[in-house]
């Protein structure tokens, strides 16, 4: 294969390099150039300890890395090149609470959240910690009363089920770990996720539940976010309706945000309130009180497993020499494959069914974080940044999209995410499906010669279609089990390989200004659907839009 320039909609990039002003980019030209055209299988061949060499576990989390196209001489330069980074101090940055959000004036502390030690954590003078470990107390003293059934909707019925009303950071964690963790929760109680602003979504979730037994979670780090407050007062109303009066929505409404002022205006008390920090980014946020509806469903005990989970994969990337930690280590073959290869994406192929939401739940960390065309100090970039994140369940994917991985002209690595033992007692399912986890990344890596095509058996026509170049990479990250706190370690694991690669890049993976234009945008468009005269003041196509949906609107 080929190396293929980055592209961009960015018209400065002209180059596959990263930063040139880090020195080893150009030893890594240099190497990328020997190594681009060799082939996995050679590699593999010459070195019978490939695999111990490129492995690494980290207590529950098992990572093989060697089916990459790299050498022991790829990883030492790359290595260095996190290094030149300066990712250890950057690190130390992020984890002592520097501001390193820059055009927000915010620290980054999601580790702070997850933090079991005993460490003080400052932010402006303040130990954090307190006030991390206060809210954890509240968030489990009601969610244990809303198990135990000491918790009561107004007119003296237990909670059944739970509707955690949010979008983005205020939903994916939560409704990804919520499906993960499956087996955990508390058999008697429910939590739906409503997230769009699409009536249907709303108005389905509701439409089966019972507002004595409902619990709403109005989950908004801003708590101003238009879908997310509009859900929520349609969920008032719904409830009013039923309960008559509003002295009842104590019972049955809380909130997790970091606006208190917006809380209160909303109609619920403040005692009703689980709060969170400005220096927790919404998509890094499940480890917070945006993880409430995650504590009702598994409890206490559970959810701090996955608080441990991450906080052990925190202690092994701040000790771990750089070369043998695994975030920077899946950050770096990232950088490899995006900036010198070129690649344009990321798959992600859970082979568990219940971590089937994980790559939309990446798509939003990776791509919000590290989607951007400028870097700290405000200059254009004229090199590649955050890669496309996509996948699904990968047993699925075989059956639909794996051919372009195989077969097409674009190199996409991929993660396989893959659990040792399965929940269930359906042994020969779990053989089936592990078998096939490894048939896919072995036929990437290996492919199939024309040779070894001509003297398989069967149908000898159509022969260079069934030849598989094969050299396509991929990780395989295995949990001895999904649990609470593997499913911790992973998330974590995965936060910080998006942290190493911002640093590579020399981004602020902490802000996200691409979403706000959208969002002033649409708050312009709105009054104008309902108005009678036609617009005009868009361009052609919104215009033309625009008056299109007024007219069926009208006709509605
Ligand atoms: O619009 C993007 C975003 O700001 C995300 O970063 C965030 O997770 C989501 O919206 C929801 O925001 P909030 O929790 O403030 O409602």
């Not at 980054?108 to 006030?131: E, I, K, Y």
């Not at 004595?212 to 976010?225: D, G, H, M, N, Y």
């Not at 598989?468 to 990780?475: I, K, V, Y």
């Not at 003041?537 to 033309?544: E, F, K, P, Q």
Request: with cysteine; net charge negative; aromatic share 10%.
């Amino acid at each position: 294969m080929s190396a293929m320039p980055a592209t961009s909609s960015n018209t400065n990039v002209s180059s596959s390099a990263v930063p040139m002003h880090r020195s080893v980019c150009q030893q890594l030209q240099h190497h990328f150039q020997q190594i681009r055209a060799r082939h996995m299988r050679d590699m593999f061949a010459e070195d019978p300890q490939r695999f111990e060499r490129f492995s690494l576990q980290v207590d529950d989390l098992f990572l093989d890395y060697s089916k990459n196209r790299i050498t022991a001489e790829t990883m030492a330069l790359l290595t260095q090149l996190a290094e030149e980074s300066d990712i250890g101090g950057w690190r130390d940055r992020m984890f002592s609470g520097e501001k390193i959000n820059n055009t927000e004036n915010r620290a980054v502390l999601h580790t702070a959240l997850r933090n079991r030690g005993d460490q003080p954590v400052w932010v402006d003078g303040v130990d954090v910690m307190p006030g991390v470990l206060a809210v954890i107390d509240r968030m489990a003293a009601f969610a244990g009363q809303v198990r135990d059934g000491a918790w009561l909707g107004y007119s003296g019925k237990r909670i059944t089920d739970v509707v955690n009303i949010g979008i983005g950071g205020s939903d994916l964690g939560p409704q990804m770990v919520y499906q993960a963790l499956k087996p955990y929760r508390h058999p008697d109680l429910k939590v739906h996720f409503v997230s769009n602003v699409d009536g249907d979504h709303v108005a389905e979730a509701l439409e089966a539940l019972d507002p004595e037994t409902t619990l709403f979670i109005v989950s908004s780090k801003t708590f101003t976010t238009q879908e997310t407050m509009t859900n929520a007062h349609f969920a008032r109303n719904w409830f009013l309706q039923h309960a008559q009066s509003e002295c009842h929505i104590a019972r049955h409404f809380v909130a997790v945000s970091t606006n208190r002022d917006a809380v209160v205006a909303f109609g619920i008390d403040p005692a009703q309130m689980f709060e969170f920090w400005d220096w927790v980014g919404g998509r890094y946020s499940l480890w917070s009180a945006i993880g409430l509806s995650i504590m009702l469903a598994i409890g206490h005990a559970h959810f701090l497993a996955l608080l441990q989970g991450a906080y052990d994969m925190d202690e092994h990337f701040r000790q771990a020499p750089l070369a043998q930690n695994m975030p920077v280590i899946m950050a770096l073959l990232g950088v490899w494959y995006n900036n010198f290869f070129g690649a344009e994406s990321q798959a992600i192929l859970p082979y568990d069914h219940y971590l089937r939401s994980l790559p939309m739940y990446l798509e939003q960390a990776d791509m919000e974080s590290n989607g951007k065309s400028v870097d700290r100090e405000g200059h254009a970039v004229d090199y590649a940044t955050g890669a496309i994140v996509w996948g699904a369940s990968g047993i699925n994917g075989q059956h639909a999209f794996y051919q372009l991985i195989h077969q097409g002209t674009k190199l996409i690595p991929a993660d396989f995410i893959v659990s040792m033992q399965q929940h269930d007692s359906l042994q020969s399912h779990h053989d089936i499906l592990v078998a096939n986890f490894l048939a896919q990344t072995e036929a990437l890596m290996r492919g199939r010669t024309l040779a070894e095509t001509q003297s398989s058996a069967g149908d000898q026509s159509w022969l260079a279609q069934k030849v598989f170049a094969g050299n396509h990479p991929s990780n395989a990250l295995l949990l001895k089990q999904l649990t609470p706190h593997s499913l911790g370690m992973l998330l974590a694991a995965y936060e910080h390989k998006i942290f190493v690669q911002g640093i590579i890049w020399n981004l602020n993976s902490f802000d996200q200004w691409g979403v706000e234009l959208g969002k002033q945008l649409a708050k312009q468009i709105l009054p104008e659907l309902s108005q009678h005269d036609a617009v005009t003041t868009h361009d052609a196509s919104t215009n033309g839009l625009i008056n299109y949906y007024q007219r069926w609107r009208k006709e509605r």
